[in-house]
């Protein structure tokens, strides 16, 4: 997979990785420009050139993570992910999050998979989650596909032109890779 925008500076500070550890911080904190919590994070965006700030923790309640939005503006380019889940296997919730702040969706059809559908098709109508029977008869799902009944996750954006176990990640109305270029 190829990204073409640059994404992150990850930054952080002493202070931060004691008290994120044990606490539950926010995204409206983290994202917040005075309200005296981690208020330092925006300095630190400007200094690295940062263009989206991820906070990983073990203190928030989340299990996977949170995007402020979908498809952001600059100031809303934000998101809290559980640190657990971060890289892990099946989950890669440090991706998703980003995901979705670049505009990405969940699957979004009932049908597609009931859990955490998302119908919404602003402002990108083929930027949802896939999921797809692979040659070995297993089904999987992309990064932005979160019915875990509807099959395992494997580490790909939904992407037409990238095969996984043989068949396509995505098609015409599944393609959050082209989101990204
Ligand atoms: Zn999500």
């Known amino acids: 997979m190829i990204i073409t925008r640059r994404i992150i500076q990850i930054v952080f500070t002493d202070k931060w990785c004691e008290e994120q550890l044990s606490r539950l911080v926010t995204l409206e904190q983290f994202q917040g420009t005075s309200d005296g919590e981690m208020d330092e994070i925006h300095v630190l965006r400007d200094a690295y050139a940062a263009d989206v700030c991820v906070l990983l923790t073990t203190g928030a309640i989340l299990v996977g993570g949170m995007a402020y939005e979908i498809n ?23 991706a998703h999050e980003i995901g ?29 989650g896939y999921r797809f029977i692979g040659n070995d008869n297993n089904k999987y799902r992309t990064m932005m596909h979160v019915d875990p009944y509807e099959g395992s996750r494997i580490k790909q954006f939904a992407n037409p ?18 989101v990204f270029t």
């Open 72 to 94: 952001v503006a600059e100031h809303e380019a934000f998101c809290v992910v559980n640190y657990n889940y971060a890289d892990a296997a099946g989950y890669w919730s440090f």
């Open 100 to 128: 979705h702040l670049l505009g990405g969706r969940h699957q979004g059809t009932k049908s597609e998979g009931a859990q955490g559908f998302d119908p919404c098709n602003e402002p990108y109508s083929y930027a949802h």
């Open 161 to 178: 032109s990238v095969d996984f176990q043989g068949v396509p990640t995505g098609d015409s109305n599944h393609d959050v890779a082209l």
